[in-house]
């Protein structure tokens, strides 16, 4: 399985938001988009990716004043990405050893879609399930 199969079936669509948005602004599309990243753009140029953790973790050092600053100031600006090419394995090798929930998919420069965690993870689950079936298919007819 590839990380074009995952958008095929969910779809490429990215929540993103602008380096001038405020950091509330940010945690407020978060909240009701119900995820745990967002985008942010410059343009239609990738320019970083702002967390949940982000937040939580600026919010505890400094305090509330800082959801009225730009989420340029919080995003993280050397995104890690993929690409439709990569397989869900290779996906989750990144996640692990870069310690993330969320990955943009580039195509060259161009945002392409979004996988997390629980993209991977469900992919990934449903792999397993069919090895497992053809496995047992094989024995049955084997015996």
Known sequence: M??????????SAVISAAPGSTVAEAAALLTDKR????????GER?????SERDIVRTLAK?????????????????????????SIAEVMEIMT????????????????GMVSIGDV???RLEEAQEEVRQL????????
């Open 62 to 86: 400094e305090g509330p004043g800082c959801l009225n600053g730009p989420a340029s100031r919080l995003m993280t600006a050397k995104v890690v990405t993929c690409t439709p090419a990569h």
């Open 35 to 42: 995820i745990g990243a967002v985008v942010i753009l410059d």
């Open 136 to 143: 047992s298919a094989y024995v049955a007819g084997a015996a």
């Open 2 to 11: 590839l990380v074009s199969d995952i958008l095929k079936a969910k779809g």
């Open 97 to 112: 050893n870069s310690r993330i929930r969320h990955l943009p998919v580039m195509e060259g420069e161009r945002l392409a």
């Open 46 to 50: 990738l320019a970083g990716i702002l």
């Open 121 to 123: 993870v469900k992919w």
